[in-house]
């Protein structure tokens, strides 16, 4: 995954809420950066291994949520 950029971002119906914990440990939080009131988290030679995400919203409502993944 180094030579990538990998960009998570979220497509939602309230304010969303995107936290990321990478194969090395560290952890990424986002609540507005994809417009919208929706987050979006890019990583930048990201290390090899497992990530974590999670994706809930700001005041702890329910709502319909798309994750969308890409590499560039």
Known sequence: MAAYEL???V???CDAALLINT???TWYYDDDDNGNLDPRIILTNPQDGPIDIWVGTYDGAY????LEIETF
């Open 7 to 9: 960009h998570i971002r």
């Open 11 to 13: 497509v939602s119906e």
């Open 23 to 25: 194969a090395s440990a």
């Open 63 to 66: 709502c319909n949520a798309r």
